[in-house]
């Protein structure tokens, strides 16, 4: 896998993003369907539908929600409210409903941002019957104490939880597990970001012969994940390396959040990416909050998953609000977020031990036309350090990214030169 | 357990220091049997005698020393130097002498501190036959050059040596040891308020039904642990956390030393307490030098015995001086030494280590009351994060102290919220 | 082993660097031979020849270079480099030639030092068949375009590599490898220095009845090295710390380059030396480059060896040019140098492991004469805390200098504790 991205990768990412954007999804229905739909034409999905009411550990499949049209109008039959100018106005999961109200009564219904009264926020009710409204701060302040007609036309029945699946066959049974949330309505970085993201790894990935099988899953949050690990416990023995994403399209710096192993393989390599990149970011530690790293991370899997963003959750005022739109994310920082994740999937393909074939003293470098001719300059070995520290490490218990951070020197330079070392039947790839 | 100190306590405290201050203690004698008595009326201490002569390890105890009277008069018959003002004009141990001598010949068994004139030091002499008075800089320096008769009515007989003991039995046999000395004259901070704390941590513990088994000490130093121990080898296999507890009562930040193993729970524990306190404290590392810990931590033993402190010995001027007196502990502080104590100990009993009963996945909080309805809002699971952590790391191998430290949580917020998930089946306590 | 140098020592380190210097030495020829000649004045070292040709692990022995003049002649017919003046003017290992070319045909084989104007440079052609002048960068400017004799009388021919070793035997056959080049030519930090340290170390060590056998080797670097090892597989099973010694005589800080272990007792002890020491130093982590370090570093060896240096290699400007000279290198310096590696090598003597023969609360050092008589004093124990702590820490588990690490104390004071210790049956050396 060679990092070969141009301009043309953040451009196609985001073109998929605005038609992902109207999309009214939710944990279940047939805005995931037609989100997966659109996905296929990328790549080879297999869509899965799991019945409402199936018993996933402690939790229970709900009932597949759908809607057609939502609005509250004034009393000249004005639509005060319009889900048909935004997919957020109405709480999701909401049940139908079809009456007339006060605006006292409606009050409780409606949820609005005061501090950023020009948003509309995100709210949901996947477990709990409810309905409601969710309007700018700026709207809500306009209502008059008059009577309004209220109507989700909704449904709330027996149906399925959808999620789809692509897996690339790789070289070995081991597996590498990209998750990413396809639940959420119009919002483009929490998490359109993130599923274009999966796309474009998995068009990259598919285009080389990968050393790991690659699994990517498209699914509800939370319930999509326990869904699939439910039904896929002998499964995860096979899972090496695991990384949600989410929220990879804004302009801030990059987060990675470690697992709950905290020194996983995965985590060494992002911590690698970053620490020899030149941008700006934080490796933060596991904590039991985010998006679905809670669930593969649960004690009774522990897998070594961890979750790329640039801003996470919660920490930027447009998160869960209608300020998350196509001017939030921009093709330059997805492309970015592009590349640093292909660097780390070609680390982590690239991760080898190797054992010295020439352990007892240094092998004589010079007769095999690798090693500088002319003796005594000071600028000493710098062109050779990468092989000497391949050579001198390399006794079956370094890999390639250990003797990266021990030697301080770049993955990269390292592998190229385990490459030329190879060649010269001087190291050998060994099973650790 | 709960912390439930009220100004009460420190005045208290404050106030039975006072009754034992006048008190001539020594390693033996009469003044330690005295205060012994009084503890009794507050806590229902057993009282140990050891011969003089027993073997103790490399040690034996001494014979038993008493004092009635002693002074320095002048020609005129004054008492310039008199036991009755303060018993630590008297070295401690001295042998009885009665004669007359010129100043040249008294002056080598004259102890004063210059550079704090107006103290009388305390010395002792306990392993040596001598004899010796300590005096302020200021009475020496008008000491006359003329004939003095010195008296000290004192004995050194056989006898034997006392120490208090007292049991609070838990709910298991494993025990967490409190042990103050108990052998220092008329001074304030070294050791009455260790001793006053002692008690009233006793009282407040035996009001509970403690998981542990409190054994308390009260002895005295080095000689007095030296002849526990050396009596209770096997008993100590019982000892799972201990702490000496001395120079508690001054205004000075707190100190907690380690225990000789540096990592042990009690160490654990007192970092925690100050670690999320806003008072001054510090950490410090074990050194074989100090209290009874010594004893507690010498090789052969290495028991998980920590020292409790506010300003630490030999690092305040008053420092086993006079100047150590009533007014240089106040019931503030000795009030406050009370509560973050407690506050260590309250952990100890509460530092279970849970199972999670639902270790694949999260399980559903919502469904059972404990989570939030609504969701969307960015302000995260702020109150679940307690719950959350306790569900994600309780996986047999991570108390809840290790979780706080883990978290970043106050030990009481998580071991609040693994009782909510104890009560609903979601955790279990287990033994590590 | 006691530290006892004078101003002596330096100033004979350095008459004998001022013998060793105009010698033309190479990895192999005469050159080395009349270097060991001449230190077997001092020690009396064995002399080994190894054949030209003998495989040594992935090297082969080369041909022996031998040198009798060289020089580059003007059409005037004057030398304008000339070998006679400064054995750096060849690029050693040059071939024999004698012909006549032009400037233009002459350059590719001139070696300057542009930055350093003054300065020849020193160049070597170990592996490559080649010839080569260099010169500084002055002199090549007066090159007038004219036609040159070049003369190499040069002979490259079967003959042997010669090294030097001195083995001092101890009272057990574990042993400390010392290790210092003598390949170069005139240049005195570079490694005129370590050679006479080492000299030094060897006549101190064995004038006294050291518990390690000391192995001394005089060699050619890297091939010497290999060399020595290749013969000697068995033999570094009995290497239980050792040290490359060079550039040990300018006036930087001090650098010691710790083994490829990171941790050997080697690596702890210089740390411990330089830490109590006034001087600055730095101790810097390994890496597969440098001095012979890197052979016995190799994977396949894994030798607790270390490196011994004031300013490491490539870090002045002198290095490997004539810089390198007389006035670079000073009596202190070599001195410092030598009273530093002997601290460290005292410390490997004597860093053993005791067991406290009175585990069980503290032995009553008072009764044995070695503990203060009157208590009370604040000023503590100051003068017992090393005997304290060698009671409290010897457990069988932590040697001398683990102690001196953990308690923050110098090695040597502990060690004198540990003495009186020992006399009075409290403390007993033990094989860990």
Same mark, same amino acid.
């Given at each position: 896998m060679t990092d070969k991205t141009s301009t043309q990768v953040g451009q196609e990412m985001y073109r998929f993003i605005t038609e992902l954007y109207p999309i009214c999804r939710s944990i279940t229905g047939d805005g995931v369907r037609e989100t997966l739909r659109l996905i296929r034409k990328h790549i080879p999905l297999e869509i899965h539908e799991i019945p409402s009411g199936t018993k996933v550990f402690d939790w229970t499949v709900p009932q597949e929600w759908n809607i057609q049209d939502a609005y509250i109008k004034n009393n000249k039959g004005e639509? !005060? !409210? $319009?889900? %048909?100018? #935004? @997919?957020?106005h109405v709480v999701s999961y909401s049940q139908p409903i079809h009456t007339k109200m006060t605006l006292g009564e409606l009050k409780p219904h409606l949820h609005t941002l005061p501090e950023s009264p020009e948003w509309i926020p995100w709210r949901t009710s996947y477990y709990k019957e409810s309905w409601g409204f969710c309007l700018t701060h700026k709207q809500f302040q306009t209502l008059q104490d008059e009577e309004y007609e209220v109507c989700i036309q909704s449904s709330l029945e027996k149906g399925s939880l959808t999620y789809g699946e692509y897996v690339i066959p790789g070289q070995t049974t081991e597996e590498v597990l990209i998750s990413v949330n396809v =639940?959420?309505? #119009?919002?483009c970085n929490d998490n359109l970001s993130g599923t274009v993201l999966a796309i474009h790894l998995a068009k990259k990935i598919r285009s080389e012969k990968p050393r790991y099988t690659y699994r990517f899953l498209f699914i509800p949050t939370t319930i999509g994940s326990i869904a699939w690990l439910s039904g896929h416990e002998k499964a995860?023995? @096979?899972?090496?390396h695991g990384i949600v994403l989410t =929220? &990879?399209? $804004? #302009?801030g710096g990059f987060t990675y959040k470690k697992s709950r192993r905290g020194n996983a393989e995965i985590d060494q390599v992002f911590s690698h990416v970053f620490k020899h990149s030149q941008c700006e970011y934080s490796i933060i530690e596991f904590f039991p909050y985010g998006y679905d790293e809670r669930q593969y991370c649960s004690p009774g899997f522990n897998l070594p998953v961890g979750c790329f963003m640039r801003t996470p959750h919660g920490q930027y005022p447009e998160y869960h609000t209608s300020g998350d739109n196509l001017t939030f994310v921009q093709p330059q920082f997805l492309e970015e977020s592009f590349s640093y994740c292909l660097q780390a999937m070609t680390i982590l393909e690239r991760n080898k031990t190797f054992m010295s074939q020439n352990p007892n003293c240094e092998p004589q470098l010079g007769k095999r036309g690798?090693? %500088? &001719?002319?003796?005594?300059? #000071?600028?000493?070995a710098k062109k050779e350090m990468p092989m000497l520290w391949m050579l001198n490490l390399s006794d079956g218990h370094h890999s390639v990214l250990e003797i990266a951070e021990r030697s301080g020197l770049p993955f990269d330079v390292l592998y190229e030169a385990a490459e030329i070392l190879v060649d010269h039947g001087l190291l050998k790839a060994i099973t650790r």
């Open positions: 639509r !005060v !409210v $319009d889900f %048909k100018k #935004s @997919n957020l =639940c959420h309505p #119009s919002l995860t023995e @096979n899972i090496r =929220c &990879v399209g $804004d #302009s690798i090693y %500088k &001719v002319m003796g005594g300059q #000071s600028d000493g």
